[in-house]
């Protein structure tokens, strides 16, 4: 996939936990973990939109484009 999930990474960097953003942003644990995992083929952007409120972030700090390999060549 060309789009690279890196929540990890901001979630790290404003030293909030998984718990913590879920409750905020008012998903489940397991929804929020599968889009910090990247095990997700789409985002809600109301979830989007409410996370990067609670992370004060812009949703290019949150994913990521990545050319396909294959495509490259």
């Given at each position: 996939m060309a789009i690279?999930?890196?929540l990890d990474r901001v979630m790290a960097d404003r030293k909030i936990s998984l718990n913590d953003l879920a409750e905020k942003v008012g998903i489940a644990n397991v929804?929020?973990?599968?889009?910090?995992?990247g095990k997700v083929s789409a985002i809600r952007f109301s979830t989007l939109n409410a996370i990067c409120d609670v992370l004060d972030?812009?949703?290019?700090?949150?994913?990521?484009?990545?050319?396909?390999?294959?495509?490259?060549?």
């Amino acid at each position: 996939m060309a789009i690279i999930l890196r929540l990890d990474r901001v979630m790290a960097d404003r030293k909030i936990s998984l718990n913590d953003l879920a409750e905020k942003v008012g998903i489940a644990n397991v929804n929020l973990s599968n889009i910090k995992t990247g095990k997700v083929s789409a985002i809600r952007f109301s979830t989007l939109n409410a996370i990067c409120d609670v992370l004060d972030c812009q949703p290019g700090d949150i994913l990521e484009f990545q050319r396909d390999k294959e495509k490259q060549d």
